[in-house]
């Protein structure tokens, strides 16, 4: 992974738990936001080759993965500059 594309990753993530920290205003829990962004962080290229059935896996696989991101960011990317161990 590109450290840009990391740093990224790490500002969506802080916005998109920031928004479930605030479901009563939102109304976007941690399950409807990785719903909604999992079929586009967990994409397939279609190859001709049942890309269609292991894009629909990835998709669930993906809401679990993305939702997990979301409650438990804090421990995912930890410290001032979470990105400094990788610099």
């Known amino acids: 992974v590109q450290l840009g594309n990391l740093a990224i990753l790490l500002k969506l993530f802080s916005f998109l738990h920031l928004l479930t920290q605030n479901t009563r205003v939102t109304k976007m829990t941690a399950e409807n936001l990785s719903i909604c ?11 001709g080759r049942g890309a269609a059935m292991l894009d629909a896996l990835l998709h ?5 993965v993305i939702f997990f991101m979301f409650c438990d960011l804090e421990h ?12």
């Not at 995912?76 to 610099?87: C, E, K, Q, S, Y």
Request: aromatic residues 10%; glycine residues 8%; charged residues 30%.
């Open 37 to 47: 962004f999992a079929p586009t962080l967990f994409r397939v290229r279609d190859d």
């Open 76 to 87: 995912i990317f930890v410290g001032d500059d979470p990105l400094a161990p990788l610099l």
């Open 60 to 64: 669930d696989r993906g809401k679990m």
